[in-house]
């Protein structure tokens, strides 16, 4: 079984990287360099894993934010050869992608999908107040955006002082926990996935306001009290 990882620059990333380079042998990991996170996130972020600070893993290709699909990258993937491909956190795969691995590619989305697909699911979850929404999905990769079959999923444990920044890294600790414990499932083929019947709302980048973010700061604690009090 010969494995990659395509993931991004941030510490998130490199956590998850780390994880998987423990738990089984990663032929090379391929990191898509993205600009800086805001300065409360990276803050949160060298709270939550500050371990990764200083790790790299002893194989990689990296390549400029969008690259991931490019003639390099697909040349890197190809000769290696792998049998499944674990991602988190690159830019949106292409088919010429995605169907090279026998396996098929594995993602992590912060989000429970059936709710909420695309970024910054957590965000919209309190922002729309459906903390349901919160939480971990590991699915296969398609042509879609996060509506894969999906292999398991989780829900975010909340507590009543956390900010959104806190909200976001539980749920993506979430995923890589989730993921390590389905790893063996997933290598071994004993998957039994399941087909998203309900396609959650799809939110990008561009949907994102400082309006949202005020709204989203005003709800989040009575959010959190709510659900945690049903």
Known sequence: ????????????????????????????????????????????????????IDWEPSDFFICDQGKVNSPEVIDQIKSEGPDIIFTFGCSLLKKEVFSIPKKGCVNIHTGMVQYFRGVDSPFWAIYEEKPEGIGATIHYIDDSIDAGEIIAQRSTPLSIDDNIDDVFI?????????????????????VEPVV???????????????????????????????????
């Open 196 to 230: 998203l019947k309900t396609r959650g709302k799809l939110y990008q980048k561009k949907n994102k306001t400082d309006r949202h973010a005020f709204d989203v700061d005003e709800k989040i604690k009575r959010v959190i009290r709510e659900y945690l009090n049903d």
């Open 1 to 52: 079984m010969k494995a990659l990882v395509i993931t991004s620059n941030h510490l998130r990333h490199k956590s998850f990287a780390k994880m998987l380079c423990e738990e089984i042998e990663i032929a090379k990991v391929i990191i898509e360099k993205k600009p800086a996170v805001e300065e409360s996130q990276q803050e949160k972020e060298e709270i939550y894993f500050k371990d990764c």
């Open 170 to 190: 539980k749920s993506c600790i979430t995923g890589f926990d989730l993921l390590k414990e389905k790893l063996s499932v997933i290598i071994e083929d004993r």
